[in-house]
């Protein structure tokens, strides 16, 4: 069976989404954002609370979350969104030509994530005026997930007793979902060597540029190490004048890969062949890794694919899972033991002042929330 999405208000979702665009959310300047969204679910008549994540990262808001309380025992499902955006991103102005929305150029639009933050505002809307057998519904929006997914780490998942997630946060054509995303390492060298005066005595010192030199052009690997693995040295700084031996380059980097074995075995070589090769030029490395975020990866035989199958062929909409090289809040949430997946909402060329976003698709994306959750009621 084939329903179209009129259900969904379109014009509402549209008025709701500009008025999110016009309403000022760089990371950690939330405020503004997380006072809207909450003045919205109180308008819907929900009970929204805002935890305090902020406080931790220096940031002016935090999480804002709430329950919808459901009419059936299903099981509770949850939808994010983050209410942050990039720079520039101060003062934007949604500017609509027919299907499309953009910013005026000196901005990005915000379509990342804002789309997700109204598509959920209007799917929840749609729950409640059409009357929809539902389990309890979740809903986080999330703050600063730009700069480090940090709102999604500090959300205690304790309080939030959801069976699946779906992060509406990816682009593509809808019915995309990011089902595999990669686990993250970020590593930093402190290659140290000796200081001494250039001209009068070199001998006397250990140049930290040139070990630091050979042992970055002695990696084993840089770019692409596998088909789903990847590598980079981002950041290098070092050296005080000309006329002294540097005795000090400190070099920052990340692996990524889908898998946690691979990115462990790669970063271990990594730091191994980094030191080798700096203390043949007598320097020594201090290498520190971090674990910025776990991976995931849903199979097809997960339920949560199930219900996305039900979803998206009772709204005509292809299935197509793809894996991802980035981080989302999904990363955290799959960490935390809540399975979850990301979902397209339709945003384009995003990070960039020439992100758009069609309104047909933000129609799209909301259907599908609203339809998630009805088969998720389904016994
Ligand atoms: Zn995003």
Redesign the pocket.
């Known amino acids: 069976m084939s329903r179209d999405s009129s259900n969904v208000n379109t014009e509402r979702l549209v008025k709701t989404f500009c008025e999110l665009v016009e309403t000022d959310s760089t990371s950690g300047n939330e405020r503004q954002m997380a006072d809207l969204i909450k003045r919205k679910l109180e308008e819907s008549g929900y009970v929204p609370e805002e935890d305090n994540a902020g406080e931790a990262i220096g940031g002016n808001a935090g999480n804002v979350i709430v329950r919808i309380p459901g009419n059936t025992d299903a099981p509770a499902l949850l939808f994010m969104a ?1 209410m942050d955006t990039v720079e520039p991103g101060m003062g934007k102005k949604p500017v609509i030509n027919g299907d499309i929305i953009t910013s005026d150029g000196t901005t990005v639009l915000g379509g ?2 804002l789309a ?1 933050v109204a598509c959920i505002l209007e799917a929840v809307k749609v729950l409640d005026e059409q009357n929809i057998p539902h389990g309890d519904v979740y809903a986080v929006f999330s703050i600063a ?2 700069t480090g997914l940090y709102g999604a780490k500090a959300l205690d998942t304790s309080k939030i007793p959801a069976k699946y997630a779906f992060v509406l ?1 990816e682009g593509g054509p809808i019915g995309t979902v990011a089902i595999k995303a990669p686990y993250h390492n970020k590593i930093t060298f402190v290659v140290k060597g000796k200081a001494a005066h250039a001209g009068v005595c070199p001998e006397e010192g250990i140049n930290a540029i040139r070990a630091a030199s050979a042992a970055i052009s002695n990696l084993p690997f840089m770019g692409r190490i596998d088909e789903e693995s990847t590598c980079n040295l981002g950041i290098i700084k070092g050296g005080r004048a000309t006329n002294i031996v540097p005795d000090e380059v400190i070099i920052e980097g990340e692996l990524r890969s889908i898998s946690e074995q691979k990115l462990d075995e790669y970063t271990g070589k990594w730091v191994e062949s980094f030191k080798n090769s700096a203390e043949k030029e007598k320097a020594t490395v201090q290498a520190e890794v971090k674990r910025a975020y776990g991976g995931y990866f849903i199979p097809d035989t997960h339920p949560i694919m199930g219900l996305l199958k039900k979803a998206t062929d009772a709204l005509n909409l292809p299935l197509i899972p793809q894996s991802t090289g980035g981080g ?1 809040d999904t990363n955290v949430l799959n960490t935390k033991g809540i399975p979850a997946v990301n979902l397209s909402v339709g ?1 384009a060329n ?1 990070h960039g002042t020439n992100e758009q976003i069609a309104i047909s698709d933000m129609v799209k994306a909301t259907a599908l929330i609203v339809e998630i959750i009805k088969a998720n009621a389904e016994k």
């Open positions: 983050h990342d994530d997700g997930e730009e946060d989302s945003m995003v």
